[in-house]
């Protein structure tokens, strides 16, 4: 059964994309892969060119409507040039790792063209014992992490020699649009969409309508919680808690920890918390112990950490989370103490009415003028101090043109905050891939051996 691919862009995409204009909210992916070999350049080029038959989004760019009626759309880019997306350099002496690292770390810099498809691939070859480094920069408006694993499998083989692929299929019959047909398009849209509100609307009405005649008082509770909610999670926030990593710049600076995920699964059953659980607490005991060697005294930071919604039914690409914001404890020295304190937060987190309301939202925020959205998004998210993923990855081997995917590290996107940490498992290993904001952590080495310090303490309770 072939995936489904929107023609519009949703409203959490369409806010991503929208309030990116504002360079300290650019919502840019970045994913460095490690191969065993070095793949042959026209067949890495052959590859990539049908992963663009076979995804959509590969071949298609944003297209705005000229009034601002109704949402952004994904149009074929006529003038698709396969070169210009995908890129061959050479690492330079030493030959190491750092070189792809560094890459990763310009991408994560740069803004997209935004007239052209929002991905670049750059293959980084010399790499010691003929190994060769994979960087990959996409939109998150393409999707999020977990669609944007299930695309990334679409380029990969699941032997190193799977045989005769057949011949490449022609690029989908997509939709070409112009901001001037976007406009009706849009009156179009808006007409369904409040043909389906106003359904909504009637259903919500006669549910609340039978609720508060059966209990009015648990239902009055109920309203009085939900705004409640939603008021936290609409709050502005736009100082970050810890003084010590308060700075913000647009450079950036990425660093990588790996360890057998068995040990962390171990660690989360000790504490009778999910991994998740533990992977933040890890990074918080790597945060306390980069404060305290700085004498830096804070008691909380906030943690901006994506709530995965997707649904069953949901397309491949586009974005299925919401982003929540959690004061988390920092100066819990105990590891088993901060593993059990981060998980009852976590869970009344996920527990909050407004998450279930995250949807509704991104749709308030979208209808807003351009600056006022960015302004009140900027103003919930640039009051973060660190940012948390966990990204299911691949449980078994996965190739590209004959080359096996050895390592593979998530760098997500800071969007305000000094550090973005990603865990995303691949065969049995925990890569966590960390970005940071070099005028908030202008240490890297330093703030790195942290963070392997709180993993390693972690990790020695299970």
């Known amino acids: ?61 944003v297209v705005e409507p000229a009034v601002r009626i109704g949402p952004p759309a994904w149009s074929v880019d006529p003038d698709f040039d396969l070169t210009y997306h995908v890129r061959r350099v050479r690492a330079p002496r030493p030959r190491s ?55 990334l499998l679409m380029l990969f083989d699941l032997e190193r020699d799977p045989g005769p692929t057949g011949p490449d299929p022609d690029p989908a019959d997509l939709p070409v649009f112009t901001r001037s047909g976007l406009v009706a398009h849009g009156v179009d849209y808006q007409a369904q969409r409040a043909a389906e509100a106003a359904r909504g609307l009637g259903r919500g009405a006669l549910s609340a309508f039978r609720r508060l005649r059966d209990d009015a008082a648990g239902a009055l509770d109920e309203a009085a919680r939900t705004a409640s909610s939603v008021a936290r999670f609409l709050q502005p926030a736009p100082t970050p808690m810890s003084p010590l990593i308060s700075g913000r710049s647009l450079d950036r600076r990425v660093a990588t920890i790996a360890f057998p995920l068995d040990d962390m699964k171990r660690a989360a059953k000790a504490t009778e918390s999910t991994l998740n659980d533990a992977f933040v607490a890890a990074v918080l005991g790597g945060l306390l112990r980069y404060h305290e060697a700085h004498a830096s005294d804070v008691d909380d930071l906030r943690m901006m950490m994506p709530i995965n919604i997707r649904g069953e039914g949901a397309g491949l690409g586009g974005n299925h989370f919401t982003t929540a914001r959690l004061v988390v404890p920092l100066m819990v020295a105990d590891p088993d103490e901060r593993v059990r304190e981060v998980s009852e937060r976590c ?27 960015t302004a009140l998004f900027g103003s919930m998210l640039k009051g973060t101090d660190f940012v948390t993923s966990n990204v299911p990855g691949s449980p078994f081997p996965l190739f590209m043109c004959g080359a ?47 963070l392997q310090a709180g993993f390693d303490e972690i990790l020695a309770l299970g």
């Open 1 to 61: 059964m072939p995936e489904r691919f929107e023609h519009t862009l949703g409203d959490a995409d369409a806010l991503m994309w929208s309030v990116d204009r504002d360079p300290y909210l650019r919502s840019t992916i970045v994913t460095a892969l490690v191969l065993d070999r070095a793949p042959d350049w026209q067949r890495f080029l052959a590859r990539l060119d049908r992963g663009s038959r076979l995804i959509p989004r590969l071949r298609q760019r």
């Open 97 to 151: 790792f750092d070189a792809v690292l560094d890459v990763a770390a310009t991408a994560a810099m740069g803004d997209f063209d935004r007239a052209r498809p929002l991905w670049e691939c750059t293959l980084v070859e010399g790499l010691p014992d003929k190994r060769a480094g994979v960087v990959l920069k996409v939109h998150h408006s393409i999707s999020d992490g977990v669609g944007g694993m299930k695309l």
């Open 347 to 373: 869970k009344r987190l996920r527990a909050e009415p407004a998450i279930a309301l995250s949807a509704n939202l991104a749709t308030l925020l979208n209808r807003l003028p351009r600056r006022v959205a």
């Open 404 to 450: 096996e995917v050895e390592e593979i590290y998530a760098f997500g996107p800071l969007s305000g905050a000094a550090a973005n940490i990603v865990l995303l498992s691949h065969c049995g290993t925990c890569f966590v891939g960390i970005n940071t904001d070099l005028r908030a952590i202008p240490d890297t080495e330093a703030f790195t051996a942290d």
